[in-house]
């Protein structure tokens, strides 16, 4: 795989892990505000966008199993980072969510 496929790949990595870290952020913003039906969608559309991320890192695993020449790119170390951080935001977000359901119940 050449240098421009890899950078490619890894700045889809960025845009679909940032993506998703901004809607787990608004889920978590929708739930401190009791607006549960909107904070449920932005957990679906970060976890579609997670999902797109992931792929792509999963076709990257597959290429350099099947021993496929990879280079390094610090693009790609770089969107390995927004991935691992997207993961721990949605996880964060879920559990988040279910806090300010309880929080608001109480009041």
Known sequence: MN???MQSI????ISFAG???DHFNRAIEN???GLFDESDNEIKLG???LNQA???QTNLLIA???QEELEFSLI?????DHLTMAIFSQRMAKQMIVLWKEVLREK
């Not at 890894?10 to 990595?13: A, D, E, H, P």
């Not at 790609?76 to 390995?80: F, R």
């Open 47 to 49: 976890n579609d966008d």
């Open 54 to 56: 992931h792929q792509a």
């Open 10 to 13: 890894g700045f889809q990595i």
């Open 3 to 5: 240098k421009e496929t």
């Open 19 to 21: 993506s998703a870290f």
């Open 31 to 33: 739930a401190g505000n």
């Open 64 to 66: 350099e199993a099947n």
């Open 76 to 80: 790609m170390v770089h969107a390995q």
